[in-house]
Antibody, heavy 119, light 107 residues
Framework: QITMKESGPTLVRPTQTLTLTCTFSGFSLSTSAVGVGWFRQPPGKALEWLALIFWDDDKRYRPSLESRLTITKDTSKNQVVLTMTNMDPADTATYYC???????????WGQGTPVTVSS | DIQMTQSPSSVSASVGDRVTITCRASQGINTWLAWYQQKPGRAPKLLIFGASNLESGVPSRFSGSGSGTDFTLTVNSLQPEDFATYYCQQTNIFPYTFGQGTKLEIK
C-alpha cells in the first residue's frame, strides 16, 4: 500500500524560503520509471503541477517557477524535499506530493499541507 | 505549455441523472489523460487514467473516452457522493497541466 504525507510550515513570511518534505511508504524511489511530484492548489482555484523527480534523479520543473524551485530525494529515508525561494502571498496554497508510476499515472496523493504566505 | 480546457465550468444535476464533462487539449496528447474527483478539503482522487481506463475501486458508472485533443468523462446515474469538482490532467509532456475544473452541484 502506497502512502504519501507532506510536512512543513503552515505560515511563511514573504521573501522567505519554503521547505516541504514528502515522506512516503510502499514503494522505492530507486525503482525504474517511478517518480514523486509536487502540486499545489490555491484556495478556490485549480490544481497546478510544480516539480517532479524521477528514480534516476532526473528532475523537471514548472517553467514559470523553475528559478525558485529545487526538488531533491533521499532514497534511504523515503523522502522528497521541495524548496521554493522568495515566497509571495500568491504562493498561498495547499501543497500536495504524489506518486507517479511507470504508466505515467499520478495515482497516490498525500493529504496536502496548507501554506499561508503572510507578514 | 499544453492548455487543458474543461466545459462546463459548473453543472447542476439531480441524483440519477447522467452528466458528461469535456476536456480539450490545445495540442494532441494521445491518451495521456487522467480524470480526478476532488471534494472540499480532500486530495484529488484518480478516477480514469489513459483516457478510458477505470481506476480500481471506482464505480463503473464513471467512464472516460477520447484521444488526441478531445476527451469526455461521463457519470451515469449520479449518486449523492458524486457531487464534487472534477479535473482533467495531461501527462503527455511537461509541464503537466490541469483543466480549470468542473463543479458538479446538486440541482
Amino acid at each position: 500500500q502506497i502512502t504519501m504525507k507532506e510536512s512543513g510550515p503552515t505560515l511563511v513570511r514573504p521573501t522567505q524560503t519554503l521547505t516541504l518534505t514528502c515522506t512516503f511508504s510502499g514503494f522505492s524511489l530507486s525503482t525504474s520509471a517511478v517518480g514523486v511530484g509536487w502540486f499545489r492548489q490555491p484556495p478556490g482555484k485549480a490544481l497546478e503541477w510544480l516539480a517532479l523527480i524521477f528514480w534516476d534523479d532526473d528532475k523537471r520543473y514548472r517553467p514559470s517557477l523553475e528559478s525558485r524551485l529545487t526538488i531533491t530525494k533521499d532514497t534511504s529515508k523515503n523522502q522528497v524535499v521541495l524548496t521554493m525561494t522568495n515566497m509571495d502571498p500568491a504562493d498561498t496554497a495547499t501543497y500536495y506530493c504524489a506518486h507517479r508510476d511507470h504508466e505515467v499515472t499520478v495515482r497516490f496523493w498525500g493529504q496536502g499541507t496548507p501554506v499561508t504566505v503572510s507578514s | 505549455d499544453i492548455q487543458m480546457t474543461q466545459s462546463p465550468s459548473s453543472v447542476s444535476a439531480s441524483v440519477g441523472d447522467r452528466v458528461t464533462i469535456t476536456c480539450r487539449a490545445s495540442q494532441g496528447i494521445n491518451t495521456w489523460l487522467a480524470w480526478y474527483q476532488q471534494k472540499p478539503g480532500r486530495a484529488p482522487k484518480l478516477l480514469i487514467f489513459g483516457a478510458s481506463n477505470l481506476e480500481s475501486g471506482v464505480p463503473s458508472r464513471f467512464s472516460g473516452s477520447g484521444s488526441g485533443t478531445d476527451f469526455t468523462l461521463t457519470v451515469n446515474s449520479l449518486q449523492p457522493e458524486d457531487f464534487a469538482t472534477y479535473y482533467c490532467q495531461q501527462t503527455n509532456i511537461f509541464p503537466y497541466t490541469f483543466g480549470q475544473g468542473t463543479k458538479l452541484e446538486i440541482k
